[in-house]
C-alpha cells in the first residue's frame, strides 16, 4: 500500500502526471508517477512490461490506488491543494539519482560519444521491440552505473506512423510535430542527433542541419567532417532520409571519435557509405542505364531492404552524384564515379 511510503516529496508535474520520490518498506528510493487518468498509468505499465527485459529502461514496480490517508500525503495534499483526488493512482517506479547532464560534463569528448553510442543501442532495443519514445530529451535520460536508461514513457507510441504528435521539447523536430504523418523511428532519430549536436556545441539544434548550411560548415570546421556528416543525416527535414539507428551505431564517428586529415575522412566515409549502400545503388543505377528513370519523391517511404534507402530516386548519370551528396554529404565521389562507370561498360558490353 502506499502508506507504507516515507519521506514523500515532490518532484515534479507533468501534462498528466505528478511525480514524487519515497523510500519504500525496504529503504529504497522509488519515484511515484500520480494521474486521475487511469488510461495513462496503464499505457506506461504496460510499455514497462513489454520492455522488461531490456537493462536501459526505467522498471516500473505496480499500479494501484492511491491512498491519500496516509499522513505523508495529508501533508502534500497541504503544501499543494488539489494536486489528489479520489480518482488518483499511483505507479511505482525505480528511482534513478545521475541525470543525463550531470553526466555528460563530467567527461571527455571520446567517452562522451562512447556514451552515447551506448543511447543509440539502447533506443535500437526500444525500436526492435515496436515501441518508440516520442520525447527524447536529457531530462528524460538518467544513469545508472555510468549506463543511460530511459525514463518517462508517457508520448511512446507503438504505431510505425501517427497522425500528430504533442511535442514541444527543444530537441523534437518542429516540422513533423506539425506534420499529418510523423514516422515515429525517425522522430527519435532527430531528437538524438539534436543531442549529439548539444554535445558538440552546448545547445541543441533551432532547425535541419543541411550540408551547406553555416552552422554545418562550422561543425566541420570545429569538430571534423564526421560530426558533421551524422548530426546532418539524422536532423535531415525530410523524415525518410534521415538515416537509421543501425547507421548510425556503426558510423565512424564512434569508431575514430577524434577526427582524422580532411582526405582520410573522405576516404573512410565514403567507404563506409558503400559498405550499406553500395549494391543498392548499383542496382538501381542499373535500372537506370536501362531506361528505368525514377524521381525522387520527398513523401516516400524507405524500401523494406537492409540498406534503408529511399524507394525513389532520380538517377540520371548527370545528377546521380549530387542526389548522393544531399545524402550523405560532403563525401568522397571516386567510388560512386567508379560504380557508375562500371555499370555503364556493363550495359554496352
Request: a negative charge; glycine letters at 4%.
Amino acid at each position: 500500500m502506499i502508506k507504507n511510503y516515507i519521506n514523500v516529496k515532490f518532484l515534479e508535474q507533468g501534462s498528466f502526471i505528478t511525480c514524487f520520490t519515497a523510500v519504500n518498506s525496504e529503504s529504497e528510493k522509488v519515484v511515484l508517477i500520480v494521474s486521475d487518468s487511469m488510461q495513462e498509468l496503464q499505457t506506461r505499465f504496460d510499455l514497462a512490461r513489454k520492455l522488461d527485459d531490456i537493462e536501459g529502461v526505467q522498471k516500473l514496480y505496480g499500479l494501484q490506488k492511491l491512498e491519500i490517508q496516509d499522513s505523508a500525503l495529508e501533508q502534500l495534499e497541504a503544501e499543494y491543494p488539489g494536486i489528489f483526488s479520489k480518482d488518483s493512482h499511483v505507479l511505482t517506479g525505480r528511482y534513478y539519482v545521475t541525470q543525463y547532464n550531470d553526466h555528460v560534463r563530467q567527461l571527455s569528448l571520446p567517452q562522451k560519444l562512447d556514451f552515447f553510442r551506448e543511447l543509440l543501442v539502447l533506443v535500437k532495443q526500444v525500436h526492435d521491440r515496436g515501441v518508440y519514445h516520442m520525447d527524447l530529451k536529457p531530462s528524460n535520460i538518467m544513469v545508472q552505473d555510468g549506463k543511460p536508461v530511459l525514463i518517462d514513457f508517457g508520448q511512446s507510441v507503438t504505431e510505425a506512423e501517427v497522425d500528430s504528435v504533442l511535442n514541444t521539447s527543444a530537441y523534437a523536430p518542429k516540422h513533423d510535430v506539425y506534420s499529418c504523418n510523423v514516422i515515429p523511428e525517425k522522430f527519435d532519430i532527430y531528437c538524438l542527433g539534436n543531442m549529439l549536436h548539444e554535445i558538440y556545441t552546448g545547445q541543441p539544434l533551432g532547425y535541419p542541419m543541411t550540408p551547406s548550411s553555416r552552422q554545418a560548415q562550422k561543425i566541420k570546421q570545429t569538430f571534423g567532417l564526421f560530426a558533421q556528416n551524422i548530426i546532418g543525416q539524422m536532423t535531415q527535414r525530410i523524415q525518410d532520409l534521415r538515416i537509421s539507428l543501425e547507421y548510425c551505431i556503426k558510423h565512424p564517428l564512434f569508431v575514430y571519435k577524434e577526427e582524422t586529415s580532411l582526405e582520410k575522412s573522405q576516404q573512410i566515409l565514403s567507404e563506409f557509405v558503400f559498405s550499406l549502400y553500395g549494391d543498392s545503388y548499383i542496382e538501381l543505377l542499373d535500372q537506370q542505364i536501362e531506361g528505368n528513370k525514377q524521381v525522387i519523391n520527398s513523401s516516400s517511404s524507405y524500401s523494406n531492404s537492409s540498406y534503408d534507402i529511399p524507394q525513389t530516386m532520380n538517377l540520371t548519370t548527370t545528377n546521380t552524384t549530387n542526389s548522393l551528396r544531399d545524402l550523405f554529404g560532403n563525401i568522397t565521389l571516386s567510388r560512386i564515379n567508379s560504380c557508375i562507370l562500371s555499370v555503364q561498360e556493363e550495359s554496352q558490353q
